[in-house]
């Protein structure tokens, strides 16, 4: 079979073409992202009083804001609250949060139903056991001028509400294990913060290198010192290791000697 040769060119400027759109979407869905990602952190989200919650679709208490860490997710009435929700997911995620980081999260989730009762339906199916804030004015929204993107309306927010990571765990686990190893790296960085360092040992690469320190906790914001008295083996540059064995993270910090001796 014989295939006229514009019909082949007009296949792959019709490929091409193709390809420059999709390659042209993700341009475009990559710069959105950068976008919202550079606008959003740092912002500080107000949280609209004068709503009321629900919990299991009975009235109760809001959530408290005083913790070290939130999660705030909103969701507006458009489309399929049901798909949007994905609640079995966050129960997941919240059980997980109450496990490995108790007391250091707290969540909330506004939202602006179409049909209240449907919601209510929703969370009593699902056995959602998390009170819920029902936003029928919009108002977190509004006060906000939030994305109106349902990928960049989930926050990570520190306890002066201003936000450290967007994104929607349920719809990208990664964006979940991001929020847990920023909580867990900020949490473990104030604890270090809070507690006086204590030098442990320290260990040297050779017999003529002797340290000495002061083997008392050092409070925070007081300094040390370490002397370190070396016995060069003869003339010329020379470099010893000192290796500080300490109470923080990393838990060992490399020092270097280094001098030159003249004959």
């Known amino acids: 079979m014989k295939i006229r040769s514009n019909t082949i060119y007009r296949a792959c400027i019709l490929f091409l073409l193709i390809t420059v759109c999709i390659s042209c ?3 475009t869905k990559k710069a959105e992202a950068e976008k919202i990602v550079t606008e ?16 299991l679709g009975r009235d109760t208490v809001c959530p408290d804001l005083d913790t070290p860490y939130k999660i705030l997710l909103y969701t507006d009435s458009t489309g399929c609250t049901d798909c949007k929700l994905k609640l079995y997911k966050w129960n997941a995620i919240i059980e997980e949060a109450e496990t490995i980081m108790p007391g250091k999260v707290s969540f909330h989730f506004f939202f602006q139903p179409k049909d209240e009762k449907e ?19 919009d108002k977190l929204y509004r006060a906000n001028k939030l994305p109106g993107n349902m990928s960049y309306q989930c926050f990570l927010l520190n ?3 201003k936000v450290l990571l967007i994104g929607n765990p349920t719809l990208n686990p990664a964006i979940w294990d991001l929020y847990k190893q920023t909580v867990m790296e900020k949490e473990s960085m104030g604890q270090e913060g809070d507690i006086p360092l204590l030098i442990k040992d320290i260990s ?9 320190w002061d083997r008392k906790p050092i409070k925070p914001g007081e300094k040390t010192e370490i ?11 020379f470099r010893k290791t000192v290796t500080v064995f300490c109470n923080t993270k990393r838990g060992a910090i490399p020092l270097s000697v280094k001098s030159t001796v003249k004959g």
């Open 25 to 27: 979407r993700k341009d």
């Open 40 to 55: 959003w952190t740092g912002k500080e989200i107000i949280f609209p009083a004068d709503i009321h919650c629900t919990y």
């Open 119 to 137: 919601l209510k339906f929703m969370l009593r199916r699902d056995n959602f056991r998390q009170a819920v804030y029902i936003d029928s004015q």
């Open 159 to 161: 306890k002066d509400n």
């Open 204 to 212: 040297v690469s050779c017999g003529c290198t002797v340290p000495e």
């Open 227 to 237: 002397k370190v008295k070396v016995t060069p083996d003869g003339t010329g540059y």
